[in-house]
Each structure stands twice: as structure tokens, then as C-alpha cells.
């Protein structure tokens, strides 16, 4: 699974941690706000903070194998 579309930076753990391959993160990253602005600085500390969310979302998951599924339809989603 991908989680995609409004998808937050604090969510990253939660959905690494119940299995999802990836993220993404194009609008968490990519504010508005910080675009219009040119606030490079901005956007990055946001990508670094996303980088460290997943980061420990992976250590999470592969030291406790804590990952886990909630069946919906045909498609499975974080529980």
C-alpha cells in the first residue's frame, strides 16, 4: 500500500508502522504558503522533518514488527 492524499507529517509513523511500503507527502512538504514565498528554508525543514518521521517509522517497525491491517473491501488500510 501507498498512503497518499492528506497524508500530514505526524501520520508518517502511523502509517509505516501498519505496513504501507510508502508515503507521500507532496502537499505537507510542499506548503502553499512557503512556495509563494520562495521559503526554501521552509521546505526544507519540512522535508527533513518527513525524512525523520519515516526514519523512525522504519526503525519502529522493523525492531517490533508492530505493523498490523484492518481488511476494508477489497483494499487494506491502516487499522
Not at 505496513?19 to 521552509?42: H, P, R, T, W
Request: hydrophobic share 40%.
Amino acid at each position: 500500500m501507498v498512503a497518499s492524499q492528506g497524508i500530514t507529517i505526524d501520520s508518517v509513523r502511523k502509517y509505516i508502522t501498519q505496513g504501507a511500503s510508502a508515503v507521500v507527502l507532496s502537499d505537507a512538504i510542499f506548503d502553499k504558503e512557503a512556495i509563494s514565498q520562495n521559503n526554501f528554508n521552509e521546505i526544507c525543514r519540512l522535508a527533513h522533518s518527513a525524512a525523520l518521521q519515516g526514519n523512525e517509522a522504519l526503525e519502529c517497525f522493523s525492531q517490533c514488527n508492530c505493523g498490523g491491517f484492518k481488511e476494508h473491501d477489497d483494499d487494506f488500510w491502516p487499522s
